[in-house]
């Protein structure tokens, strides 16, 4: 077996990964890599979203030094096939492979574009719970990528991905009924937004400090929420749109993302 295993490497082929071995099992992967930290002298952490097995941490061993295997393929967002070892009972798996499929540092370059690379992968590092399926998010990270990379407005794709971030969550209230009183919210009414609550407000119900919606802000508000993104160019009312997420997500957390409080300093 020993030998049969040398022979293998010596032809470039890797020999089969264990399956249920005591108890360890190798799964292979789409996943979008979220972040990493140090671990000791030479491994990382890594953090990654799994199209089938939801958010997972593992260990890159090596992945510091700097002929690693593991360079230039764990920046945040870059998509990749990930082969990992799971031990029954662990919540640290280990990286065996992590081959980028569409690498995100093609997109890293403008400041703009990496700035909200960041902030899809702390959103999803956030909002999605461990280990629970998550193929939602998965593929709204794919349509955000596959919009920037088409050449979308960063700030277009970043507002619809994050109120998509928290509708999956079910943290985003309805846009079609009042919050207050529960009756259907007329297509051309005035909407308020109240996040103590959180939801839509009909002008009946709302309270000093809810943000009122420009028309063209509540029209691109329905038309992200109901559909596939269009990012050619910015939807009129996206600086409110922005403005609800942010709202939202700060109500929710108790705090702003740190990736967001930097893009508010960079870019204003
Ligand atoms: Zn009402």
């Not at 569409?102 to 719970?129: D, I, Q, T």
């Not at 955000?144 to 998509?164: H, N, R």
């Amino acid at each position: 077996m020993v030998l049969q295993a040398s022979i293998l490497q010596v032809c470039g082929i890797r020999p089969p990964a264990p399956h249920h071995n005591r108890g360890v099992r190798s799964r292979s992967t789409d996943a979008f890599i979220l972040g990493t930290h140090a671990l000791k002298e030479k491994d990382r952490i890594v953090s990654f979203l799994t199209r089938d097995a939801g958010k997972k941490r593992g260990v890159a061993h090596g992945a510091r030094s700097p002929r690693s295997r593991f360079t230039g393929v764990l920046e945040p967002m870059t998509e990749a096939r990930v082969v990992y070892f799971e031990k029954e009972g662990r919540d640290l798996v280990s990286l065996d492979e992590v081959e980028a499929v569409r690498p995100s540092f093609a997109l890293s370059g403008e400041l703009g574009r990496a700035l909200v690379l960041s902030s899809f992968a702390e959103s999803l590092e956030v909002f999605v719970s461990d280990s629970d399926p998550a193929e939602p998010f998965y593929r709204l990270a794919r349509h955000a990528m596959d919009s920037l990379v088409a050449g979308g407005s960063p700030a277009a794709v970043a507002g619809y991905f994050d109120l998509w971030v928290l509708k999956l969550s079910g943290l985003f209230p309805s846009a079609s009924e009042c919050a207050g009183c529960g009756r259907a919210l007329g297509r051309d009414e005035v909407l308020f937004f109240d996040e103590t609550r959180p939801g839509f407000l009909g002008s009946e119900c709302k309270r000093s400090g809810a943000l009122r919606l420009s028309p063209e802000a509540r029209d691109s508000l329905r038309r992200f929420l109901t559909g596939p993104l269009d990012a050619k160019n910015d939807p009129p009312g996206l600086t409110e749109i922005a403005e609800v997420a942010r709202r939202a997500r700060r109500h929710f957390l108790g705090h702003e993302l740190k990736s967001q409080r930097v893009i508010g300093k960079v870019l204003g």
